[in-house]
């Protein structure tokens, strides 16, 4: 069984471009989410969906940041325009809603913003 | 606010060597995971625990959970290297039967176990 796919795995831009990172979860999961990791941290919740819904966008810098789910299933996660402060790696899990909560996640997306 | 703390956050250890991994939460909750890290890699599962009481063990790795306490370990026992990893521990905050909410993660123990 595929885990979750996520691309590209790095990603280098200028500060003030914009940067696209997609994934695809584990056929089946329909709860998918985004979370951030700096360096030497833990990871942190952006967003989660609940097939094509966003139920919590409340850790989301919508300023800058926005995702999508259009079909319920693979997302894509927009910065634009990149800050300095974004370099970070984005990671994108999967779970069964009705499952044991365990997270499933991808090998993750390294930002360098320079 | 949910707060994830583990402790420590940084050990060296030798192989051969037992030692207990922390892991409090501020929040009550029944649901709690433990994942490994390696460098430049994703978050491996490891252990899930779902009620208090709950102990797994994997290999040299055991993982408790006391909810009352708020408190979960996770337990090394005779360390190899191979096990030299970052060790986060997560917490489901808002269980309520249904689908996860999204974990909250504490900052990670960074372990290097040395021969």
């Known amino acids: 069984e595929a885990g979750v796919v996520q691309s590209p795995r790095y990603k280098i831009i200028e500060k003030k471009q914009p940067v696209a990172f997609w994934c695809n979860p584990i056929?089946?999961?329909?709860?998918l989410y985004w979370y951030l990791q700096n360096l030497g941290q833990g990871p942190e919740l952006l967003i989660r969906?609940?097939?094509?819904?966003?139920?919590?966008d409340s850790q989301l810098p919508k300023d800058r940041f926005s995702a999508e789910r259009l079909k319920g299933v693979d997302s894509t996660l927009k910065i634009q325009p990149a800050e300095l402060g974004d370099s970070a790696v984005y990671l994108c899990a999967s779970s069964f809603s009705d499952g044991t909560g365990e997270l499933f996640f991808g090998e993750g997306s390294r930002l360098t913003v320079l | 606010e949910l707060k994830v703390e583990q402790n420590p956050l940084f050990l060296s250890m030798q192989e051969g060597k037992n030692y207990t991994i922390y892991c409090n939460y501020s929040?009550?909750?029944?649901?709690l995971y433990w994942y490994r890290q390696d460098p430049g890699k994703s978050l491996e599962s490891l252990f899930v625990l779902l009620s208090n009481g709950a102990v797994k063990q994997e290999g040299r790795l055991m993982a408790s959970l006391d909810t009352k306490a708020r408190l979960s370990t996770l337990h090394i026992t005779a360390a190899v290297h191979d096990l030299s990893a970052t060790y986060f521990c997560a917490v489901d905050p808002t269980y309520s039967g249904g689908g996860a909410d999204g974990l909250t993660f504490g900052k990670g123990t960074h372990l290097i176990i040395q021969p």
């Open positions: 929040t009550t909750s029944d649901r």
């Open positions: 056929s089946g999961h329909n709860t």
């Open positions: 969906y609940e097939n094509e819904e966003a139920v919590d």
